[in-house]
């Protein structure tokens, strides 16, 4: 079993950064990839980023891409994600995701269905 931990999300102002955590607990990993997800109220789950295992890809949503960024360190099975110039629409749960498996399809980060574990999640609210 792998346990995933969120934190670093707060209230914050539009414009502010935050950098989110996600520890990674259980087993190693040595394959598959890790991604970011959330979701705002009354809104499905969508994704935010993700990198592989080694971080020499990674993926971004739309509505993120040139703000945010994602990396990895490996030593401590931890992943990262540096959200700048935050706006009010960002304001959601997000959700660290995993999957240790060497079939993980690196191709399509943005799947939901890929990962095996998940956190319980950490809430970024982004005032105007």
């Known amino acids: 079993q792998v346990q995933l931990v969120e934190s670093g999300g707060g209230l914050v102002q539009a414009g502010d950064s935050l950098r989110l955590s996600c520890a990674a607990s259980g087993r190693t990993f040595n394959s598959g990839a890790m991604g970011w997800f959330r979701q705002a109220p009354g809104k499905e789950r969508e994704f935010v980023a993700g990198?592989?295992?080694?971080?020499?890809?990674?993926d971004f949503g739309d509505a993120v891409k040139g703000r945010f960024t994602i990396s990895r360190d490996n030593n401590k099975n931890t992943m990262y994600l540096q959200m700048n110039g935050l706006k009010p629409e960002d304001t959601a749960i997000y959700y660290c995701?995993?999957?240790?498996?060497?079939?993980?399809?690196?191709?399509?980060?943005?799947?939901?269905?890929?990962?095996?574990?998940w956190g319980q999640g950490t809430q970024v609210t982004v005032s105007s």
């Open positions: 995701a995993a999957s240790p498996s060497s079939y993980f399809n690196t191709r399509y980060l943005y799947r939901q269905g890929q990962y095996d574990y």
């Open positions: 990198i592989t295992w080694s971080g020499g890809s990674t």
